[in-house]
């Protein structure tokens, strides 16, 4: 959903899609949960990350928090004197 929206999506949007039902502020705690457990599976995997502008929701790409390789330690630098 989130990847596929050009737009970021309101809390309100995403469990009205995600359940199937119409918008209850007691849904909250549960959408707020699994917003939660997604942003920690993404941050472990590298794969992107959700971010919240004005209240709605987006996916950022993966590419961003994509791990570096560390370079080999007998690699010099360029600049430096090994």
Request: glycine share 6%.
């Amino acid at each position: 959903m989130l990847t596929a929206s050009p737009m970021p999506l309101r809390k309100e949007e995403l469990i009205e899609q995600l359940c199937g039902v119409s918008y209850d502020p007691s849904l909250d705690a549960r959408f707020y949960k699994l917003i939660q457990r997604l942003k920690a599976d993404l941050a472990r995997e590298g794969r992107g990350q959700i971010l919240v502008q004005n209240r709605a929701y987006r996916l950022s790409s993966g590419s961003r928090t994509a791990r570096r390789t560390p370079r080999a330690a007998s690699a010099p630098r360029p600049g430096r004197q090994a």
